[in-house]
Structures are given as structure tokens and as C-alpha cells.
């Protein structure tokens, strides 16, 4: 059993991790505080993942995707608690889930209203670029609903295949 020597200045409540330097203009800083802003706590894994996932622009990306990418940047993490985080994060309204079919989900960085391609045999997921899509005739909701949006996936493949 190591006594701590560490100077009193690093034992702060305040202090972050030391891998995660807490600075104005910081974007981790800025993740921990929209964590917090969504009512959820930044606790070491979600920031992982959260810088993981909006560190890079708009991305789209399964559990499977961002557990890979966890083990590769060392976050301690497992494909369930990567399961969890992602919904939680959806809940929160940070994410925005895209079922593509029942095996496949992915969840999108972009959180406004868009549609996607989607390539069939390569899985992969992107957006369509402007307001290329119109939706005309949509069915009338049923009785005390109304439609909340329309996600619209055009399903692509590489042409003679
Ligand atoms: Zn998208």
C-alpha cells in the first residue's frame, strides 16, 4: 500500500482526470458540459465514448463500430455498457437512432431532420445531401397522434451486381 505524496493542488474535487485536461475552449470540456446540459452525469466511460463519437463531425455509427473503436483507443468499456451509453445518449436527445433493418442499427451524430443512402452489402450509412427528397401523400395519422417525422432510407447497390 503506495502513501499518495501527490500535492495537495491535484487532490481538488474539482480536478478531471488527467487525461482529460478540463480548459476553456476545450472540447472535451465542452462534451462534459452537454453531457451534463442532457441531464447526464460525465462519468469517465461516457465521455469516452462521447468524445469517441462527436470528436469527428457527423458520423454514423453501430455498437459493434464504436466498441471496436473504444478497444482500439483503450476505453475500458463492453459491448453491452457500449449498448447502453448509446441509448442513453439517444434518450437524451444527443443521438438520433437510425433502424436500418432489425439486425442493424445505427445512430447518427446528426440529430436534425435528414434522410440517408444506405449500401446494401458494404453497410454503410450516409447521408443525402440537401433537400433532394419530397414526401408527398403521407397516410393520415390515426386518431390523437401525428406524425413525428419521416426517416426515409434509399437503399443502394453497385450497379450489374
Ligand atoms: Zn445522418
Known amino acids: 500500500m503506495a502513501t499518495s ?6 487532490l481538488r474535487a ?4 488527467a487525461e482529460w485536461p478540463e480548459r476553456s475552449g476545450c472540447p472535451v470540456h465542452d462534451l462534459r458540459r452537454r453531457l451534463r446540459d442532457s441531464g447526464l452525469r460525465p462519468t ?5 465514448l462521447g468524445w469517441l463519437l462527436f470528436a ?4 454514423h455509427v453501430t455498437a ?3 466498441f471496436d473503436e473504444a478497444s482500439k483507443a483503450r476505453v475500458p468499456v463492453s459491448l453491452a455498457t457500449v449498448y447502453n451509453t448509446l441509448h442513453q445518449f ?3 436527445g444527443l443521438l438520433r437512432e437510425v433502424a436500418v433493418d432489425g439486425a442493424k442499427t445505427y445512430f447518427d451524430t446528426n440529430t436534425g431532420n435528414h434522410h440517408h443512402f444506405f449500401v446494401e452489402g458494404d453497410n454503410t450509412l450516409f447521408d443525402i445531401e440537401g433537400p433532394s ?3 408527398g401523400a403521407l397516410p393520415e395519422p390515426p386518431e390523437g397522434m401525428e406524425i413525428a417525422r419521416v426517416d426515409v432510407i434509399v437503399r443502394l447497390r453497385r450497379k450489374g451486381s
Open 56 to 59: 469527428k463531425g457527423d458520423r
Open 133 to 135: 427528397i419530397e414526401i
Open 14 to 17: 474539482s480536478a478531471p482526470p
Open 44 to 48: 469517465r466511460q461516457r465521455v469516452g
Open 5 to 10: 505524496s501527490t500535492p495537495p493542488a491535484a
Open 90 to 92: 439517444t434518450e437524451a
Open 64 to 66: 459493434e463500430i464504436l
